[in-house]
Every structure is written in structure tokens, then in C-alpha cells.
């Protein structure tokens, strides 16, 4: 029996794709729901006759978790003052606001701070616009990676990308074929990055939700 097996139930109108870890220290079932991936732990010898009742039994929670992934909106911390705490690619930085001697604002990222550096007088939507530019930078020096490795197993050529705002929607793909991305992404992990890439990169092949779609998109994620 393999150790890894990816299978799908049905429950109501949405397809359960997931994927099975055998392991000989488990005796029981768990169900993990990452992203737009659903991981399910069983013991060693447990046949998919008995996994598959147990996930459609687990169906309508899975369900709300993997559209709760999909739907979580674009947030950012509404303020923004030293010891405020923001996440960038996926680690955790600090902010602190500091007085510019040259006059001129700045921003400095260290380990773990992020230190701004303000003009006398100087107004904290300076600094908010310091820091979406230092999040959009970063976010455009990251993704090309991953939508290489994405358009390679896919086989189609690298799409061209824009990092900005997006209102309420993390990623969104042009007519033109173009992916655009929240520049607010920055602020998440980097597994959850990886989802909205996947999951637009799969849209240049297949706009809609459909069963193809949804089959493509976890091709990319088991991949990786
Ligand atoms: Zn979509």
C-alpha cells in the first residue's frame, strides 16, 4: 500500500480532493485543511473504503475551511505605530518609528524590525506608504519562483505579473492573460502564497471553478 495517495469523495456539489498519509504511529483518523489542501492522516494498513465515509462524514467542515481559504478578505493593520507587529513573506517583523536625521524619510529592515525613519512633523501615512511600497517590493521579488515552477509543470510560458491593490481579492486574472496580485499577499505565509498562485496560474488554463480546474490545482500543490 502506498504511503501517499491522492483520492476524492463527492459531497453535495463539491469534489473533496485530498490526499492520504499512511503512518504506523497512528491508530486513528485526522483531517487537516490547509489552504485549498486537504491532508488526511490515517494508520498504515486503513483501506480508502474505510476513509472515504469518514471524510464525507467531516464533508461540510472541510467545505467551510477550504472556502473560508478562498474568501478570507485583504486586511491591514489599521494601526500602524512602534511595537505594531507585521508579518512579511512570512516572518514576523516589528515596527519602530524614529526620528530622521537627514530629514528625509526612509525605512531600514533588519532581523526582526522593521525601523522607520520619519522627518520632524513627519505624518504616519508617510510611513504606511513606506511600508505597502517595502510589502509590493518584496512580494515582486518573490513570486517569480513560484510561477515558474508552476508554469513549468503546467508547460506554458511564464505569465507576465502586476503587484497592487485589489480591493477585497488576493489575486485575479486578466482577459489578457496577465496575473495580478494584492500587494497585502506580502503579509501572509508563504504556504498561503503559494495557494493564490496556484490557484490563478490554473485560471490561465481554465477560468471557472469547474472539476478540471480544481483537479489542475492540486496537481500544482502536491507537486511542490
Ligand atoms: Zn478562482
Given at each position: 500500500m502506498p504511503?501517499?495517495?491522492?483520492?476524492?469523495v463527492q459531497y453535495g456539489d463539491t469534489?473533496?480532493?485530498?490526499?492520504?498519509?499512511?503512518?504506523?504511529?497512528?491508530?486513528?483518523?485526522?483531517?487537516?485543511?490547509?489552504?485549498?489542501?486537504?491532508?488526511?492522516?490515517v494508520p498504515s494498513g486503513m483501506k480508502l473504503a474505510t476513509i472515504q465515509p469518514f471524510v464525507v462524514k467531516k464533508g461540510a467542515w472541510i467545505v467551510q475551511k477550504l472556502d473560508h481559504a478562498r474568501h478570507q478578505k485583504p486586511i491591514y493593520p489599521s494601526i500602524l505605530e512602534s511595537g505594531t507587529s507585521i508579518r512579511l513573506l512570512g516572518r514576523q517583523y516589528q515596527l519602530r518609528f524614529l526620528p530622521a536625521v537627514d530629514r528625509?524619510?526612509?525605512?531600514?529592515?533588519?532581523?526582526?524590525?522593521?525601523?522607520?525613519?520619519l522627518p520632524p512633523g513627519g505624518k504616519t501615512k508617510m510611513g504606511q506608504k513606506l511600508i505597502k511600497a517595502l510589502l509590493r517590493k518584496e512580494l515582486e521579488k518573490f513570486l517569480p519562483?513560484?510561477?515558474?515552477?508552476?508554469?513549468?509543470?503546467?508547460?506554458i510560458p511564464v505569465p507576465s505579473i502586476q503587484v497592487r491593490?485589489?480591493?477585497?481579492?488576493?489575486?485575479?486574472?486578466?482577459?489578457?492573460?496577465?496575473?495580478?496580485?494584492?500587494?497585502?499577499?506580502?503579509?501572509?505565509?508563504?504556504?498561503?502564497?503559494?495557494?493564490?498562485?496556484?490557484?490563478?496560474?490554473?485560471?490561465?488554463i481554465?477560468?471557472?471553478?469547474?472539476?478540471?480546474?480544481?483537479?489542475?490545482?492540486?496537481?500544482?500543490?502536491?507537486?511542490?
Open positions: 504511503i501517499f495517495q491522492k483520492d476524492s469534489e473533496i480532493n485530498y490526499t492520504v498519509t499512511r503512518s504506523k504511529e497512528r491508530n486513528t483518523i485526522g483531517i487537516t485543511v490547509c489552504g485549498p489542501m486537504v491532508e488526511v492522516s528625509r524619510a526612509s525605512l531600514d529592515v533588519s532581523a526582526r524590525q522593521i525601523q522607520i525613519y519562483d513560484t510561477l515558474e515552477k508552476y508554469s513549468s509543470i503546467l508547460k491593490d485589489l480591493g477585497n481579492r488576493w489575486g485575479s486574472c486578466t482577459s489578457s492573460g496577465k496575473l495580478l496580485f494584492h500587494w497585502l499577499l506580502a503579509t501572509q505565509s508563504l504556504d498561503f502564497i503559494d495557494s493564490v498562485v496556484a490557484h490563478e496560474i490554473c485560471h490561465l481554465e477560468p471557472k471553478h469547474s472539476p478540471k480546474f480544481k483537479k489542475m490545482l492540486v496537481k500544482l500543490r502536491l507537486n511542490t
